[in-house]
């Protein structure tokens, strides 16, 4: 193979030399033909030169002695804010390279109220719902039943706002490590794809100029959904019993029932 290559780079120089002998004879239509000749060549050598790199060694994701719930909990706390069933499969993943399946977190919500109703309050928290302006569930959504009530509800902004918050806590999180995971930027780097000034085209992030264009974004947001969050934590106190506090009305019927 390395003959073949040595045979195309030469090849290559070859052409070059030719095109721009034509180019300064002003033989055009020749120099076209060999603009074509040398694109094929190079093309040649990209592939032979790919053939001879030896396959990348994949990376086993570790099985955790960690429970589930616990590996959950790790990444909603690395997170800050409500999170669907993906990114925390992403996290898990990025950070701490283990194993964990979006299909096992299916069932997880139910029986964190399960537990809850058994036996309420008897563990440290809880990963329950998210709550949205009608009180019922968020789908899909996970929260830890210890942060603050308005961090565990929903409005209107938030979903943009958790968005910019994650992003931003991630990028945080790659500051403080001396070797940062080569698949925790690449998550940070889509996420930033989707924050104005946040990454250059699509060349690696870079976590402080991701913090700083999803702050600048967030400091738009910030108060409007504050006000929001805060109006819709006061109706759950207000209007829920403590198991639907964490996991949401059932129906529109207890909603009715309590106002």
């Known amino acids: 193979m390395s003959e073949s290559l040595d045979a195309?780079?030469?090849?290559?120089?070859?052409?070059?030399?030719?095109?721009?002998?034509a180019v300064k004879a002003k033989e055009n239509s020749l120099a076209r033909s060999l603009r074509g000749d040398l694109r094929r060549a190079e093309k040649a050598w990209d592939e032979a030169i790919t053939a001879e790199e030896p396959p990348p060694k994949l990376r086993e994701p570790e099985a955790s002695l960690l429970?589930?719930?616990?590996?959950?909990?790790?990444?909603l706390a690395l997170l800050g804010v409500p999170t669907s069933a993906k990114l925390i499969v992403a996290v898990n993943d990025a950070f701490f390279s283990r194993e964990l399946r979006g299909s096992q977190l299916t069932s997880l919500r139910r029986d964190e109220e399960r537990s809850f109703r058994s036996d309420p309050y008897a563990r440290p928290y809880y990963l329950c719902a998210a709550l949205t302006d009608r009180l019922s569930p968020a789908r899909g959504l996970l929260a830890d039943s210890s942060w603050a009530p308005e961090l565990r509800v929903?409005?209107?902004?938030?979903?943009?706002?958790?968005?910019?918050?994650?992003?931003?806590?991630?990028?945080e999180h790659l500051t403080r490590l001396a070797e940062p995971p080569m698949g925790a930027l690449r998550l940070l780097s889509r996420m930033a794809q989707n924050i104005p000034?946040?990454?250059?085209g699509f060349a690696p992030a870079?976590?402080?100029?991701?913090?700083?264009?999803?702050?600048?974004?967030?400091?738009?947001?910030?108060?409007?959904?504050t006000a929001q969050r805060t109006e819709v934590a006061a109706r759950v106190a207000r209007q829920l019993p403590d198991v639907e506090r964490l996991f949401?009305?059932?129906?529109?019927?207890?909603?009715r029932g309590a106002c």
């Open 206 to 225: 870079d976590p402080a100029t991701a913090i700083r264009a999803a702050g600048a974004e967030l400091e738009v947001h910030r108060a409007a959904d």
């Open 154 to 171: 929903l409005g209107p902004l938030s979903p943009r706002v958790d968005f910019l918050t994650s992003t931003m806590r991630i990028a």
């Open 248 to 255: 949401g009305a059932a129906t529109m019927s207890t909603l």
């Open 67 to 75: 429970p589930i719930r616990e590996q959950v909990h790790q990444a």
């Open 197 to 200: 000034g946040a990454v250059e």
């Open 8 to 21: 195309l780079e030469r090849r290559i120089a070859e052409l070059r030399a030719e095109v721009r002998r």
